[in-house]
């Protein structure tokens, strides 16, 4: 599996990157873990990039996640509900992003506007 999945990282990459969204659609066709992609990547020496929660890798800014200027209760509730250690976890990030019908950049901004920092990337990237 080792092989197939470098195989498809190295087809993937661009420039010596893979973007998160690539490693994600990898990991779905392989029926992998995505933090099997991620190893396989740095393994590789290739970088990811464009977070799909806007947190790195865009050309010209690192990240593009800036504090929401307005936040529902429900969307606080459900952020504050998900934090494990006081970081929201990036699949659960996700996960409220499904829930609410959201982008995922909406709920890193409602994040940010709370100071919380998400964690745990599910490709391994921090």
Known sequence: MKDRIADAVQERARENKLSCGAAFRIADELAVNPLKVGEMADALGIRLYHCQLGL?????????????????PELEQAIRE?????????????????????PKTHVANAAEKLEISIGQCQLGAF
């Open 56 to 72: 790195f890798g865009y050309d010209g800014e690192e990240r593009i996640v800036h504090p929401a200027e307005e936040l529902s």
């Open 82 to 102: 998900g934090l494990i250690v006081g970081r929201l976890p990036c699949a659960v990030a996700w996960a409220i992003a499904n829930r609410f019908d959201l």
